[in-house]
T-cell receptor, first 111, second 112 residues
Framework: DAGITQSPRHKVTETGTPVTLRCHQT?????MYWYRQDPGHGLRLIHY???????DKGEVSDGYSVSRSKTEDFLLTLESATSSQTSVYFC??????????FGPGTRLTVT | LAKTTQPISMDSYEGQEVNITCSHN???????ITWYQQFPSQGPRFIIQ???TKVTNEVASLFIPADRKSSTLSLPRVSLSDTAVYYC?????????????FGKGTLLTVNP
């Protein structure tokens, strides 16, 4: 399996609080992605990165920000969590092309 | 961005060959076709990728006709452990850093 970890794996937080999810890779891959998965919607891309300090928005980026200060870490921040952001969050990495390797996921519950 | 259409669900039995067809009528010249598999509570896993004709690896085969408006993922002799959601994706090749758009996929259920 590709060396990709996510932390925390589970989190419960209250509405209005900031939350940061971390994705860490040991593969030195250039591309990193954050997705969310909800019943009935499949996986949706939130943000992605194509290099250190190079990021761009996906299809559901509102309410989320990201940062990538070094190759191995890609952080996803919910500035002020809302109940609609309750979801399973997956990070993925790719060297190039469309073969992405996914992390184990983070289950976030916003109460 | 090319959209894909695939069946919501399929049923099969152990030992059978399963073919899942995906349509992508608006595929662009430079787009590749990629398939992923996802088990419950896990992230998707890359299965196979192709551009045209046939691609085979140790897990599956991918058949792509000359017009590339559809593709068929073939799983030989499925087992119960192949029960999963299968996603067909067409890569966004417009200089957008390999973004993938996942649809809802096909839930394949393999019965004993």
């Amino acid at each position: 399996d590709a060396g990709i970890t996510q932390s925390p794996r589970h989190k419960v937080t209250e509405t209005g609080t900031p939350v940061t999810l971390r994705c860490h890779q040991t593969e030195n891959h250039r591309y990193m992605y954050w997705y969310r998965q909800d019943p009935g919607h499949g996986l949706r891309l939130i943000h992605y990165s194509y290099g250190v300090k190079d990021t761009d928005k996906g299809e559901v980026s509102d309410g989320y920000s990201v940062s990538r200060s070094k190759t191995e870490d890609f952080l996803l921040t919910l500035e002020s969590a809302t109940s609609s952001q309750t979801s399973v969050y997956f990070c993925a990495i790719a060297a190039s092309g469309y073969e992405q390797y996914f992390g184990p996921g983070t289950r976030l519950t916003v109460t | 961005l090319a959209k894909t259409t695939q069946p919501i669900s399929m049923d099969s039995y152990e030992g059978q060959e399963v073919n899942i067809t995906c349509s992508h009528n608006n595929i662009a010249t430079n787009d590749y076709i990629t398939w992923y598999q996802q088990f419950p509570s896990q992230g998707p896993r890359f299965i196979i990728q192709g551009y045209k004709t046939k691609v085979t690896n140790e897990v599956a085969s991918l058949f792509i006709p000359a017009d590339r408006k559809s593709s068929t993922l073939s799983l030989p002799r499925v087992s119960l452990s192949d029960t999963a959601v299968y996603y067909c994706l067409v890569g966004d090749s417009g200089g957008s850093n390999y973004k993938l758009t996942f649809g809802k996929g096909t839930l394949l259920t393999v019965n004993p």
